[in-house]
Nanobody, 124 residues
């Protein structure tokens, strides 16, 4: 089992940047593919990005492609989401998720473990 704790959210002006971190407990972080999702008020949970165990495979939602970068540091048991050129529509609670899988998925159902989320607010 793994526990996930997100950090790095906050209030930023449009065009600004934030870096989210997700720290995982346990010694098997390198066995988990990781994902980032977000939920805006009144909307469904939305896929943002995912990264494979090795870090070689990365997926991005079209809405964030070219602006967000996912990465992981298996030695630190941490996955990151660098968010640049932020827009007001990026405002949401951001969640990281983990699954013991060699493949990566955009589907929330494919993830076994979830963090509690961190709020990102982008002002116009």
């Amino acid at each position: 089992q793994v526990q996930l704790v997100e950090s790095g959210g906050g209030l930023v002006q449009a065009g600004g940047s934030l870096r989210l971190s997700c720290a995982a407990s346990g010694r098997t972080f390198s066995s988990y593919a990781m994902g980032w999702f977000r939920r805006a008020p009144g909307k469904e949970r939305q896929f943002v990005s995912a990264i494979s165990i090795s870090g070689a495979g990365r997926y991005y939602a079209d809405s964030v492609k070219g602006r967000f970068t996912i990465s992981r540091d298996n030695a630190r048991n941490t996955v990151y989401l660098q968010m640049n050129s932020l827009k007001p529509e990026d405002t949401a609670v951001y969640y990281c998720a983990a699954v013991t899988s060699q493949s990566i998925t955009r589907e929330p159902k494919g993830y076994n473990y979830w963090g509690q989320g961190t709020q990102v607010t982008v002002s116009s």
